[in-house]
């Protein structure tokens, strides 16, 4: 990789750390309720809200409650989005010469469930399924409110872990208003102009016809496409306006726009462990997390830029093509890539999106080598802890590091402890069954598809281990609720629409609930004086537990699959 | 449960009218106000006519032109079926698709490597550029078709190449549609 490739991972890197303090203690100010510069603007608004929806404000909600309403919220989105998507064509801006992919049941309620679970996991081609109307009164709102809901579950979470001797972990409804009003919506007004001036379009267009200068016709594709860009990525959800997302010119047309929409991601959960921090009263614990994130995540960079960089062996042994990162090309595997991104910035996409649990690749994954496919791939199944999901990022990293504890708990001896709560077996069956979920949800699914002759008919552009990576990745990506895709398989079947929901609702509820539970239990609990017994959480030694965990249990799980998939995609193909 | 439901209900209701329909009416005005060329898909008329969109890559098999990368987009650039090739790169079809595009770029130009991206397909199907290597290796051909200089076209590629973005940031690019555009208006064929 070239010089400006790697100054541009250490500028993306710099300007996200220093955004962490000032964003995190903002939200921790919104969610404590204390005042914020924003308050004269939008308090009027909140309590109009609540009115209108007649939430209580001042109810507070445990464990159960909380996850009752986050989880009938859910659903009557996905119903509500399912309700529009089916009745599209009677809807404003359906146009139907272009659209001409029938948004069925089971394709519509695939894609309900995949945005109102933040997995944007897409069956479909923007451009010949989706009218306009479906795309912003429908897919949009549920970026902003399925990301918002997801952020509630991430403070209540933390006051699980930050208070004591209570039950009450806050009320949904008023975290999921507020982390729409007071962050996302204001994030996405300023975001979405700055991608317009960098050549996002935003109109209600109907598509346009051009004639080419070679004499032939060309349909341009219009449409809102900044004002969903935006929260699409804030929210990180990761949906795109059109088939290839953020590899069409209209969604990122430039190298700044790509480093906008990357920042988007990684910006809020980033900032969350500061929030996570200040509201425990330790910031530094906050401080180790992000730490954690960052090697990580440069990890995975380096490691897909190298592999990336050198190319396609296959294509470098054509005389006279040159496959190096010569005087005025990127060189690399360009299969795929964009001009104006190169190998730099596609895998700048790459390593955001797979660990921010966001869809919104630059690149065809598909096309990448086989060890440079399988960083995306194993991003995901650390189990979106690097930034990872608006909100449920940061407990995945903390159930994450509290499975280390238990682990560490059992070499020593003794009963484990984290911010002064203490780790017994109750709380360890919920964290055993949060850890069991995707190895469970993952894995079975994958060799059904592999099995069955419906999952296989996926299999039209690639076979072998490749076509296994391909059913692999679909399944790991809809679990952790990323929506990501080795884009040559065909998933707009029966087979498919249905897998893959299941699959991205456990994903979703079925981590959410036992990190509630959890913290419900732990906020029961008296905050303890850290005893001898405790691992100091926040120095080095933890986090060294933490990357190791993340990398043992993943292996564990995993390996016999990613050995089937790419490291045999890589060892034959030498 | 009943309160649950019908808050989520109401709820839904309340923000889809400012998340999906007041927010993106303020965001489609506001930006038509301050970037209106941008907003509107960066078209591009000539003499009267829509020729295309500046961020929208085009194929270009008339003689004297510069050519684009290939594309899986439909038949090749068709805008309304963005798409990448999604071949692994151990697929048999992409090597034998590659060696086809080797052969036949090298008889035009014998005599220098040719850049990879001039042979691979881009993500989206409808990438507008190509890297510098990838427009200088064609001039050449194109100084052949149009009977020009070589060195004439050497400076039409140099004003064309975007730089890295704030000195870097992605990759230098050339837009071909403009790219031809120019070369049309200086140097038309005969």
């Not at chain 1, 700055?194 to 267009?205: D, I, R």
């Not at chain 1, 959800?237 to 990357?262: D, K, Q, R, W």
């Not at chain 1, 407990?395 to 017994?424: D, F, H, Q, T």
């Amino acid at each position: 990789m070239s010089a400006s490739n790697l100054l541009q991972y250490a500028v993306f890197v710099a300007v996200a750390a220093s955004l962490v303090k000032p964003l995190g203690g903002y939200m921790a100010r919104v969610f404590g309720g204390e005042k914020t510069f924003l308050d004269p603007l939008l308090r009027p608004l909140e309590h109009l809200v609540y009115r209108l929806t007649g939430v209580d404000p001042e109810l507070e909600m445990d464990w159960a409650q909380y996850s009752v309403a986050f989880i009938v919220f859910g659903l009557i989105g996905a119903l509500a989005l399912y309700g529009i998507l089916r009745l599209q064509q009677f809807l404003p801006f359906f146009y139907a010469r272009y659209q001409t992919t029938p948004l069925s049941p089971d394709l519509a309620m695939n894609t309900a469930i995949s945005f109102a679970t933040t997995t944007t996991w897409q069956a479909y081609s923007g451009e010949t399924t989706m009218s306009y109307t479906s795309q912003i009164v429908g897919l949009t709102v549920q970026n902003f409110l399925a990301g918002a809901s997801g952020l509630a579950v991430g403070v209540a979470f933390i006051r699980g872990l930050a208070r004591e001797q209570t039950s009450k972990l806050g009320n949904f409804w008023v975290d999921m208003v507020r982390s729409v009003l007071w962050i996302l919506l204001p994030l996405s007004l300023l975001g979405s102009l700055l991608l317009v001036w960098q050549g996002v379009p935003v109109n209600w267009h109907y598509y346009v016809q051009a004639t080419t200068l070679d004499g032939g016709q060309q349909v341009i594709p219009q449409g809102p496409v900044a004002a969903l860009e935006i929260i699409k990525n804030l929210g990180t959800n990761g949906g795109g306006f059109f088939n290839v997302n953020g590899a069409h010119p209209y969604e990122n047309p430039t190298p700044l726009s790509n480093f906008i929409e990357m920042l988007a991601i990684v910006l809020l959960p980033a900032a969350f462990t500061n929030t996570f921090g200040r509201m425990i009263g330790k910031p530094r614990q906050g401080w180790l997390l992000f730490s954690v994130m960052v090697v990580l995540f440069v990890g995975g960079l380096l490691l897909c830029g190298w592999t990336e960089q050198k190319g396609n062996v296959k294509l470098a042994h054509i005389k006279t093509l040159s496959v190096h990162s010569l005087q005025g090309q990127p060189g690399g595997n360009m299969e795929g890539k964009e001009a104006r991104f190169g190998i730099g910035a596609s895998v700048l996409a790459a390593v955001v999106t797979s660990n921010g649990a966001t869809g919104s690749t630059n690149s065809a994954h598909d096309s990448y080598t086989p060890l440079g496919g399988a960083v995306p791939l194993v991003n995901m199944l650390l189990g979106e802890i690097v930034f990872g999901g608006l909100g449920t990022g940061l407990y995945s990293i903390i159930m994450l590091a509290l499975v280390g504890l238990i682990l560490a708990g059992m070499m020593i001896g003794r009963m484990p402890e984290y911010l002064g709560k203490k780790i017994g077996p109750l709380e360890t069956k919920f964290i055993t069954l949060y850890a069991l979920a995707s190895p469970l949800a993952i894995l079975p699914v994958t060799a059904l598809a592999i099995a069955t002759k419906h999952g296989l008919a996926g299999l039209v552009t690639n076979t072998g281990p490749h076509g296994f990576t391909e059913i692999f990745y679909a399944y790991t990506s809809c679990f952790a609720n990323n929506g990501q895709s080795f884009a040559g398989l065909n998933a707009s079947t029966p087979f498919y629409n249905f897998t893959t929901a299941v699959v991205m609702m456990i994903g979703r509820f079925g981590l959410a609930i036992p990190a509630l539970a959890l913290a419900g239990r732990l906020a029961g609990q008296i905050k303890r004086q850290e005893t001898q017994n405790a691992v100091p959480t926040d120095k080095p030694l933890f986090a060294a537990l933490l990357v190791a965990t993340a990398l043992i249990v993943g292996a564990l799980s995993f390996l016999p699959a990613l050995t089937l998939g790419p490291i045999l995609e890589h060892l034959i193909g030498r | 449960m009943k309160k649950n439901l019908l808050i989520s209900v109401f709820m839904t209701l309340v923000t889809t009218v400012l998340l999906g329909i007041i927010y993106p009416l303020v965001v489609t005005g506001l930006a038509q106000v301050l970037f209106p060329r941008q907003a509107n898909g960066e078209l591009i008329q000539q003499g009267g006519k829509l020729v295309g969109s500046s961020l929208i890559g085009q194929p270009f098999t008339a003689v004297g032109y510069f050519r684009s990368r290939p594309s899986s987009a439909g038949n090749g650039y068709d805008a309304s079926n963005s798409s990448g090739s999604n071949l692994a790169p151990t697929n048999k079809a992409l090597i034998d698709r590659v060696t086809a595009s080797v052969q036949s770029l090298r008889a035009e130009n014998p005599t220098s490597p040719i850049p990879v991206d001039l042979v691979t397909t881009s993500g989206s199907g409808l990438d507008p550029d190509i890297s510098p290597a990838a427009a200088k290796f064609q001039i050449p051909r194109i100084a052949r078709e149009r009977s020009i200089s070589q060195s004439a076209l050497q400076d039409l590629v140099k004003r064309h190449t975007k730089g890295r973005q704030l000195g870097f940031l992605g990759e230098p690019r050339v837009n071909v549609l403009e790219l031809n555009l120019e070369l049309d208006a200086q140097h038309p064929l005969r």
